[in-house]
């Protein structure tokens, strides 16, 4: 990282024993929206260094954390290394659930990102289609009220993303944490509260207006 983008925040993470200036925009999330309670069972996409994975442990939750870099072990915390963007993805991480005896998650955290190129629409693009398989995995995984949070750089298509997806969703949120750079077009969106758990074989048909 160049010191023109040590900030205040990796500074703080130094000293906090972070991982990541990244675990203040959780901690922003969670304090702010509400979105994950001490406790909880939480899937964690785009886990790695591991500073949101430390936040949460932190608050007693139970994670299983994937990314297709790897992390360096925290205890208690389940770690699969996978690409979300894989056909198999889903399937790994259910048999994940399996041998972890989670049945249903109560909330689904994506920081997942592909390596900017500094074209905003390009980021964009890239950012959607991460989304949607975070939220594809989302409704398949999460209980029945459970939430979603997933992150995207803000274009064209992020009034489309959340209007197809929202639809399954209680409520949702457009945030951006005071940790989030400023000239980044980053953004949280969070969708609250999942109305019925994957059991409608439509939700992913690919003629259904999710497609
Ligand atoms: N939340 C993390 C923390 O607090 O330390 C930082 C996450 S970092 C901003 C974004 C992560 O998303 C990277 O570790 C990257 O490997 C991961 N990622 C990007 N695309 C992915 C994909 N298709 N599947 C899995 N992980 C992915």
């Known amino acids: 990282m160049s010191e023109d983008h040590r900030d205040q925040y990796y500074w703080r993470a130094k000293k906090d024993q972070f991982r990541s200036r990244a675990a203040y925009?959780?901690?922003?999330l969670i304090d702010r929206y509400g979105i994950v309670k001490d406790g909880q069972t939480i899937l964690e996409i785009g886990s790695s260094p591991g500073g949101w994975t430390q936040v949460l442990v932190d608050r007693s939750c139970r994670v299983l954390a994937v990314?297709?870099?790897?992390?360096?072990?925290i205890p208690d915390v389940t770690f699969l290394k996978l690409n979300i963007l894989r056909e198999n993805a889903l399937d790994r991480i259910k048999d994940g659930m399996v041998r972890s005896g989670i049945q249903k998650f109560d909330a689904v955290l994506s920081d997942?990102?592909?390596k900017t190129s500094g074209i905003r629409s390009?980021?964009?693009?890239?950012?959607v289609m991460i989304g949607e398989s975070v939220m594809?995995?989302?409704t398949e995984t999460l209980r029945k009220g459970g939430n979603a949070v997933v992150k995207q750089f803000q274009g064209d298509m992020t009034a489309d993303f959340i209007r197809r997806w929202g639809k399954y969703?209680?409520?949702?949120?457009?945030?951006?944490?005071p940790a989030s750079r400023k000239e980044s077009s980053e953004i949280y969106i969070i969708f609250y509260g999942l109305a019925t758990e994957a059991t409608d074989k439509n939700m992913h048909d690919p003629g259904s207006d999710l497609a």
């Open 25 to 28: 925009k959780l901690e922003f």
């Open 67 to 73: 990314d297709m870099q790897p992390m360096d072990e």
């Open 112 to 114: 997942a990102m592909a």
């Open 122 to 127: 390009s980021d964009h693009a890239a950012s």
């Open 136 to 138: 594809r995995i989302a």
């Open 169 to 177: 969703f209680r409520d949702h949120r457009i945030t951006k944490p």
